[in-house]
């Protein structure tokens, strides 16, 4: 099982980029998807979920309105778009994959920020905003 994030690079404050998660050995439909990002010397942080089961989907409170988090499951991709970027979006973006498959409601929002629940992780790609 591999995941490999991609799409990132560097964007000035207010701009977009898309970052795509694709999988190979599991089907990224049939699992519950992560968008985390991490900051040197910090913990991963939990930013865009969605349920395998419904789709349904959460945001890190900062993000909701500019991030978007969709799959597409003729590719085996998800993707999170990102808009309205600001200094503070800069890390290193991971997607993971949790193979359980309950409607998004079935855990607390809780849950899916916890790197801990999942199960497969992939490599990171690197996103710098400026100022």
């Known amino acids: 099982v591999q995941l490999q994030a991609s799409g990132g690079g560097s964007a000035q404050t207010g701009g977009s980029l898309r970052l795509s998660c694709a999988a190979s050995?599991?089907?990224?439909?049939?699992?519950?998807i992560g968008w985390f990002r991490q900051v040197s010397g910090k913990e991963r942080e939990g930013v865009s979920c969605?349920?395998?089961?419904?789709?349904?989907?959460h945001y890190l409170e900062s993000m909701k309105g500019r991030f978007t988090i969709s799959k597409d499951n003729g590719k085996n991709t998800v993707d999170l778009q990102m808009n309205s970027l600001k200094p503070e979006d800069t890390g290193v973006y991971y997607c993971?994959?949790?193979?359980?498959?309950?409607?998004?409601?079935?855990?607390?929002?809780?849950?899916?920020?916890?790197?801990?629940?999942?199960?497969?992780w992939g490599r990171g790609t690197q996103v710098t905003v400026s100022s």
């Open positions: 969605m349920s395998g089961s419904d789709d349904g989907t």
């Open positions: 050995g599991l089907r990224l439909d049939q699992y519950s």
């Open positions: 993971t994959a949790d193979q359980q498959r309950e409607p998004i409601e079935r855990y607390a929002e809780s849950y899916y920020w916890r790197s801990a629940n999942y199960d497969y």
